[in-house]
Structures are given as C-alpha cells and as structure tokens.
C-alpha cells in the first residue's frame, strides 16, 4: 500500500502548527501590497512625467520578473550593502513589493471606473482636491475593487511556499523536512496540498459571494437613480 | 557580462520548459473549458474537480508532489517531466477558466443565429464561435503566459539546471559579486518577458483585422 493512514495522521499536528507562519505572512505581505499599491497606482496616472514614467517601468519589471529570485536578491545580496533581515522579514517585504505591482493596478482600474461626470461635477461644486478625492473619488472606487483584492489575497497565500527557497519554514519547508526524516513524501506533500485546497477553496467561494452581492447593490442602487 | 553566458545556458532550459509547458496548457485549458460546458453532468463533474484542485493548491506544492510523492507510487518522472506537467497542468487550470467565460461571453445570438442558419455544432464553433472567443481570450492568454514564465524560475527547486541554478552556482564563486549576478538574472527575465509581451501583442493586433 503506498499510503499509511496512521503515519498520515502523526503528521498532521505538525503540519497544522506551520499555518500560522504561512498565514502572517500572507497577511502581512497583503497589508503590505494594499499600502504600497496606492500610492504606486496615484503615481503611474499621475501627470507628472518624471514621477509616473520610473514608477511605471520599476512596477512593470517587479511585475514581469520571478519573485523567487527578487526573493534571493533581498535576502543574500542587500546583506552586502548593509541591510540585514530575518527570512520573515525579507518573505513579507518581497511578496508584499512583487504584489503591491498587481494592487496599483486593481487601485487604477477602481480609480479610472469613477464616471469623468462626477470629476466634473466636483469641480463645479467647487470642492478642493482633497474632498473631491476622499469624498467622492475614493468611495465610489474601492468597492467594485474588494472582490478583486479578495482574489489577490488568495493568490498571495498560495504564492508563500516560494519563501521556502530562502528558508522559511512554512508549510511546504516544514513537510520537506518531514519528508526527509522518513523517506515519506507522498503523505506529507498531499496533506499540504489538501491543506491548502481546504484554506483557499472557501476563501475563493467567499469572494464568489461578495462579489455577486456587490453586484447586485450596485444594480440595485443604479435602479434607485443614487 | 562574463556572467551572461553561463545563464543564458540555463535559460535555454526554462525557456524548452516554458515552450512545451504552454503547449500542455493550452491544450488543458480548451479541454477543460470545453469541459466545464460540457452536456453530461460527469465531463462536467471531472473537469470542475481538476480545475479546482489545481487552482486551489499552489504551483510549487505541485511541483514538489509530482517530483517528491509520485516515485512512492511507483510512478517515475524526470524532473524535466514533472516541470512540464505541473506547470502546463496549472496554467492549464487557469486558461481553462478564461476560455469558458470567453466561449459563454459570445452574445446568444451569435449561436441562435447559426442554428438557424442550419450549422452543424463544429462548424459553428469553429467559423462563429471559437473566432469570436478567440479574440476575447487574448488578454487573459497574455498574462498567463507572463506568470507561466515566472514559474519556470520554481523548477531550480527541483533541481533542474535552469538560469536560477547556473546563478546560485555562479553566485557561490563570486560572492562578492552576487548582487550583480541576480540583477543580470532578473534582466534576463525582463527582457524574455517583454519579448513574450510584444509577441502577445501582435496577436492581438492580428485577431482584431477587419473587425472593428
């Protein structure tokens, strides 16, 4: 027989106790990613030449480039320039950077989905730039973008077992090392995968669900003329 | 630049793996798009259970299951072969999902149109359909094969010689220029990425002649 239930089982506790390493950093690396994309995003469409242009092209190679080896580059090379962080540390800052990229342009398509009318009608009313922004801009673009954001939060935690490869020991490096001690791989890996599919899958439904229910209040409040 | 050539060597096989791996994927992705649409409940049933499973775990558990778990149930695969499958079965996933919303996107019309029109269901798909689909998959298509170039940076884990590899090899004889080394790394991805980019646009260009 190639699986062995009780074997199976004795993992289980251990595997279950490298979750929350798994689950801080995805969240911290997501409060991260929402912090540093807004900004990122306010200055890709901002007019300003010099400013949206290198933040452009440096979103778009962090972008286009693997997280594993921005990964090593923070965690081996910037010791050389002085600057030294633990493997958490360097996982949330690499994951948080690389996604932060992905939010700027969630934030931009929220920003740009704001009607031309209601900039207009701001400034008709004369409101400053910040009330405009705060008041008017910002509200109606951040709900249309929860969902998305949702889905950026699965994919992120899906994303910690690259942070194994500068030696965190998360759920992928803690069943590696099971593996290891007992020649078993076969139990530890699908218990990660199962793992995994059990922690995402509903995540995933969730957002399913809130993205219809927004929906339908957006139709609902497009119907009552708001 | 002496560091160049020892990665571009590795390079070549990320990018064997990203050519065939795409191939696999692009075939998963209509067979399970297909799939997901599919008249009887059981196509249905497997393709929802495959797409989910591998959507839901994550790329590199995936990696290492086929590398590491498979040789316990007697089923060998070389590294190279457990690449191409896991990543081509993932992003097969994924494009499956946009090539079903992309087929459900095509206005009923269009379908209703070409029954009436007396088509058979292949003629359909292939001269109204798929056509139509085609051009709305593009987008969804282009990103993917972007974050499928970035997977094959995974397959160092499994001990392929990949770009990573000759890097990290590269790295432990000139460690004090390690930081060099990585940033000719992440150039070399850049500049392949933005080949795929524009090669993806042409596409597109190409998909929208004669259609305004």
């Known amino acids: ?226 | 630049m002496q560091f160049v050539t020892p990665l571009l060597e590795g390079l070549k096989v990320n990018l064997e793996i990203l050519v065939v791996s795409t191939l696999l994927a692009f075939l998963m992705a209509f067979l399970a798009g297909f799939g997901r649409l599919a008249k009887y409940r059981v196509v249905r049933g497997i393709t929802l259970v495959y797409v989910e499973v591998f959507r839901g775990t994550s790329l590199l558990v995936q990696l290492f299951w086929m590398y590491f778990a498979l040789p316990a149930m007697h089923v060998n695969v070389s590294a190279m072969a457990a690449a191409i499958i896991a990543l081509g079965l993932n992003y097969g996933a994924y494009g499956s999902e946009v090539v079903r919303s992309c087929l459900l996107a095509v206005p009923k019309g269009q379908t209703e149109a070409s029954i009436a029109l007396n088509m058979t269901y292949p003629l359909r798909m292939r001269r109204i359909i798929l056509p139509q689909a085609w051009r709305m998959m593009l987008p969804g298509f282009g990103n993917l094969q972007i974050e499928l170039l970035k997977g094959t940076s995974l397959v160092y884990l499994i001990t392929l010689a990949d770009i990573t590899y000759k890097g990290m090899i590269l790295r432990s004889a000139n460690i004090s220029q390690q930081s060099l080394i990585f940033a000719w790394m992440l150039v070399i991805y850049f500049v392949v990425a933005y080949a795929l980019v524009l090669l993806i646009r042409y596409f597109e260009r190409r998909a929208a002649v004669g259609r305004g």
């Open chain 1, 1 to 226: 027989m190639w699986w062995d239930w009780n074997y199976a089982w004795s993992i289980v506790p251990e595997l279950l106790r490298a979750i929350p390493i798994t689950l801080a950093a995805t969240l911290e690396g997501f409060v991260l990613a929402c912090l540093l994309g807004l900004p990122m995003a306010l200055a890709k469409r901002s007019q300003l030449r010099w400013l949206s242009w290198p933040v452009t092209a440096i979103a778009e190679f962090i972008r286009c480039t693997p997280l594993i080896i921005q990964l090593f580059f923070y965690y081996y090379a910037l010791p050389s320039f002085g600057i030294v962080m633990s493997a958490m540390t360097t996982g949330v800052i690499g994951l948080g950077l690389h996604y932060s990229t992905y939010l700027a342009e969630v934030y931009r398509s929220g920003i740009d989905s704001v009607p031309r009318g209601q900039w207009e009608a701001s400034r008709a009313l004369n409101f400053s730039r910040g009330h405009t922004w705060l008041r008017i801009v910002l509200p109606q673009s951040v709900p249309p973008t929860i969902p998305v954001m949702g889905n950026y939060l699965i994919v992120m935690f899906k994303e910690t077992p690259t942070l194994s490869a500068i030696t965190l020991v998360e759920l992928l490096t803690t069943a590696k090392n099971i593996g290891s001690q007992s020649f078993r791989y076969l139990e530890a890996f699908t218990l990660v995968g199962i793992l995994f599919l059990i922690m995402s899958y509903p995540s995933a439904w969730l957002v399913r669900k809130l993205e219809v229910h927004l929906g339908r209040r957006e139709r609902r409040a497009a119907s009552h003329g708001r």
